[in-house]
């Protein structure tokens, strides 16, 4: 197994280009599910269906969350369609397996007074909140994910154009940015990140105070400080600005297929979930535009 397993994120890695985080939870599945029927004395080509039901039925009783063992039998049945293909076992154990049923939980979101009051926190007077301030407006303007905002380089923001090319794996998406976002995002440019890189040839945009490239912890931290600062109750994450993103745009009118295309949303399904918000958008607009409102 482990030579297939090997094979196997071979090809995840260089035909179907996952990202490492991806590439990773595939790698802790599948070595937590060797484990598992090495410990049974199963070899993986005399897997049965059985087999996979007593595994689950043992995630459960660990304590698994739905989404983590939906996400484990993905990876299994991911591996057995791989070594089904070349021939190595002769039917697919997963077949006949389903997922858990997963409840779609509501997302946070942010309301626009209280996005305002926390993109108004970090004051442009020193290095480290001119940077705060463009990144906090960033994060808010365009929707992106953290591992995504982290990962870009200077030369994927066109500030003549007003858009920022996001690359995720061999997809791209071109995302416009607000004016305001745009106007925070080059006096960063031009007036700090040029002097927190140590070194000319750092491409990251979004650099820590010591030079180097911005990390998803580092991004959090500056987050929850100034969520702290703003007295804000609600928990706030990168994430929680996407969510904002989503819903504000969806509820001042946006079309739900351009929304998915600017969080790059392979299935219209998952963007949906932010139509539970528009009927509180609709009534805004309707108070303010019908004359008998």
Known sequence: MERQLKYFFEFLENEKKLS???LQSYKRDLKQFKRYIEACEVSYNHVKEEDIKDYIKELHENGKKPSSISRCIASIRSFYQFVLKRKKVKIDPTANIQSPKIEKRVPSVLTSKEVELLLNQPKDIDLKGTRDKAMLEFAYATG????????????????EEGYVTCKTGTKQRNIPLGSMSLNALKEYI???RNVLIKNEDEKALFVNINGGRLTRQGFWKIIKYYKEQAHITKDITPHVLRHSFATHLLQNGADLK???TMLG???IS????????QDEGIKDIYKKAHPRA
Do not use: G
């Open 144 to 159: 992106m994910r953290v591992t995504e905002i982290i990962s870009l380089n200077i030369e994927d923001v066109n500030l």
């Open 270 to 277: 998952s963007t949906q979930i932010y139509m539970q918000f």
């Open 265 to 267: 949303h392979s299935d």
């Open 258 to 260: 351009a929304i998915q």
């Open 20 to 22: 490492d985080n991806t």
């Open 190 to 192: 031009n007036e700090a």
